[in-house]
Nanobody, 127 residues
Framework: VQLQAYGGGLVQAGGSLRLSCAAS????????MGWFRQAPGKEREFVAA????????????YYADSVKGRFTISRDNAKNTVYLQMNSLKPEDTDVYYC?????????????????WGQGTLVTVSS
């Protein structure tokens, strides 16, 4: 599967952005989808994940503590797209954001549990 992330940009602190990640292929609904972020010189950090729709856990979401209550992950299987709505943005949210797909079950927060990655999209939050 190929993933294409977009929607990043420059926003003031307290503002909002919505990232999108479009996936190719016919089995999008069977993937666990995740968002990660990474700053230069740092390890890739988990942001959020959403369960595969066909699993009994369909609709379940999982967030990093640092974004809980501010970010919302969702998916539209008809459009093969996963979204990350980011509200109340802070300067520390500035990073390159990546979407990822996992073929296994379970919501995971470690990057090596994901099989496919899109290119990153840069989010810059100014103070």
């Amino acid at each position: 599967v190929q993933l294409q992330a977009y929607g990043g940009g420059l926003v003031q602190a307290g503002g909002s952005l919505r990232l999108s990640c479009a996936a190719s292929g016919r089995t999008f609904s069977s993937y666990v989808m995740g968002w990660f972020r990474q700053a230069p010189g740092k390890e890739r950090e988990f942001v959020a994940a959403i369960a595969a729709t066909i699993a009994w856990t369909g609709g379940m979401t999982y967030y990093a503590d640092s974004v809980k209550g501010r970010f919302t992950i969702s998916r539209d299987n008809a459009k093969n797209t996963v979204y990350l709505q980011m509200n109340s943005l802070k300067p520390e949210d500035t990073d390159v954001y990546y979407c990822a797909a996992r073929t296994g079950r379970g919501l995971k927060r470690t990057s090596n549990e994901y099989d496919y990655w899109g290119q990153g999209t840069l989010v810059t939050v100014s103070s």
